[in-house]
């Protein structure tokens, strides 16, 4: 069989690193996490003034991470690839690798992901940038969702994450969260 990219996308807070995470641990995959590549790489203060440069190392670096665990047969849990351009890498790297891919959305009430950032900005340690409100907000102005053409399965997940799938045909992903 082979090795799978499984790529989640959603909103700031919605829950695509608790759901990676346990997607990636019950698949034994390995999970490379863009917003942990940021945060381990750079400063908050590199990051302000050179955003889209970080971004291009980070990708660089998830890029040659892929094509090796790829080669071991291994699949791989993307998380935080959000841009339509970036959704298109990940295609074109899927095909160029020969691997499966599949797209997850994952989706919150905005009121509950608010509070989640808000209490991971409390909690967390380097491992994600802090984001305050004026940036949730403004970031919520700029997502980038799925279009019409674009594939990819959905997951409701809720106060409680408990995460729902809801597109047919979607039932091999068990992520709900106990």
Not at 45 to 67: G, M, S, T, Y
Not at 78 to 95: F, N, T
Not at 117 to 146: L, Q, Y
Request: charged share 30%; with cysteine.
């Amino acid at each position: 069989m082979r090795p799978k990219i499984h790529a989640f996308d959603g909103e700031t807070g919605a829950g695509k690193t608790t759901l990676s995470k346990k997607l990636a641990k019950e698949l034994k995959a390995y999970r490379i996490n863009h917003d942990e590549l940021l945060a381990i790489s750079y400063s908050q203060e590199q990051l302000a003034k050179e955003h889209a440069a970080c971004c291009d190392r980070a990708n660089r670096l998830a890029w040659k991470i892929v094509e090796r665990v790829a080669a071991l047969g291994i699949d791989i849990v993307m998380e935080g690839w959000g841009s339509r351009e970036l959704r298109d890498q990940i295609r074109g790297k899927a095909k160029e690798l020969g691997l499966d891919l599949e797209f997850y959305l994952v989706t919150c009430p905005q009121e509950e992901r608010l509070k989640r950032i808000r209490k991971r900005n409390e909690n967390s340690g380097d491992d994600a940038p802090h984001i305050t409100d004026e940036d949730f907000f403004r970031m919520e102005e700029i997502e980038d969702v799925f279009g019409e053409n674009e594939v990819f399965t959905v997951i409701k997940n809720d106060q409680h994450n408990q995460a729902v799938v809801t597109t047919p045909g979607a039932a091999a992903l068990s992520v709900v969260t106990p």
